[in-house]
């Protein structure tokens, strides 16, 4: 009986205990952004920030910066990562103002085909003080996006400007 005991006790603590996570700052030295990603997604080290990949890698979350005056640039770069990806635009890319960490946001949602068949790929761009902007991107399928939501939903909550 006291070892039944000792087992439920054991397995609710388990329960209880939160799933680890990451938080990362981008960049890392006089950071413009936090973000906290769960320690089962692949994080790695970009040029401008890093990505992160759910555990199945069929959701892709790609955090970065920029000075205000190389957005464009940034933009440009994304559209030769899209074509990399072989990602192709279904056509122009939904536009939305909104906010995220209450900090206003540009979300540009492209419906759009990959070696996989449908996805969308958002890219959301957020000041992030000192003259610098943020930009997220997610990339993957409705499908995928659902399996994920409670991963991805945190992981946008956590985002926070630096300023």
């Given amino acids: 009986m006291v070892r039944k005991f000792i087992l439920a006790a ?8 939160p ?3 990451k938080t990362l700052s981008v960049p890392a030295n006089d950071p413009v952004a936090t973000v906290t990603i769960p320690d089962t997604w692949e994080i790695e080290k970009t040029d401008f920030g890093f990505s992160a990949a759910s ?11 920029a000075s205000a005056s190389r957005v464009e640039k940034m ?3 994304n559209d030769e990562w899209m074509k990399e990806q072989e990602i192709v635009p279904k056509g122009k890319p939904e536009e939305k103002e909104g906010s995220i960490g209450g900090l206003p946001a540009k ?7 990959d070696p996989d068949g449908d996805t969308v790929v958002e890219f959301i761009l957020i000041p992030g003080g000192k003259g610098r902007m943020i930009l997220l991107t997610l ?11 409670a991963a991805i939903q945190a992981i946008t909550a956590s ?3 630096v300023n």
């Fill in 75 to 77: 933009m440009a770069l």
């Fill in 19 to 21: 799933s680890y996570a």
């Fill in 10 to 17: 054991a397995v609710l603590v388990a329960a209880m205990v």
């Fill in 139 to 149: 990339w993957g399928s409705d499908e995928a996006r659902k399996e994920n939501i």
């Fill in 55 to 65: 555990p199945d890698e069929d959701v892709n979350f790609f955090v970065e910066y």
């Fill in 107 to 113: 979300l540009f949602t492209y419906a759009a085909t």
């Fill in 159 to 161: 985002i926070k400007a």
